[in-house]
């Protein structure tokens, strides 16, 4: 059994809409998806990300700015690395990733903060977008 197997039915969003997320959402899971691969098995789970501002400029470059949500101070520090070297690094790798996605050249600014215990409440997961 293949598609061919199934039965037709109405397309469920108009032809031009490709996800029902957000764009906003889009790249933060994008950068969440560099963290994790930079990270590896050091935070696996414990990060969020929030897109803070997306902004079109007039030189036609995108200016994003992200908040990387961890849980403790000592996250943090595994984020953003000695000498910054791994917020940079995930920083270079999701910035890849969003101009290959938008098409076109991407400045990525990105923050990491400590919220401690949001993989707890309901409230804070709500907020940086896991319903």
């Known amino acids: 059994m293949g598609l061919g197997a199934l039965p037709p039915g109405p397309f469920l969003y108009p032809p031009d809409i490709k996800s ?42 995108l200016f994003i700015a992200a908040t990387l949500v961890v849980e403790k101070k000592n996250h943090q ?12 690094a995930i920083g270079a790798l999701a910035r890849a990733q969003l101009e290959l996605f938008q098409g076109q050249k991407v400045y990525l600014q990105l923050e990491v903060v400590v919220r401690s215990g949001w993989r707890e409440s309901p409230e804070a997961l709500r907020e940086l977008g896991f319903e």
């Open 77 to 88: 520090g595994m984020v953003i690395g000695k000498g910054g070297a791994m917020i940079r």
């Open 20 to 61: 029902d997320q957000s764009k906003e959402q889009w790249a933060a899971e994008l950068i969440r998806e560099a963290a994790m691969l930079e990270l590896r098995l050091e935070l696996p789970y414990s990060v969020a990300v929030v897109v803070t501002d997306w902004q079109e400029r007039q030189n036609g470059t």
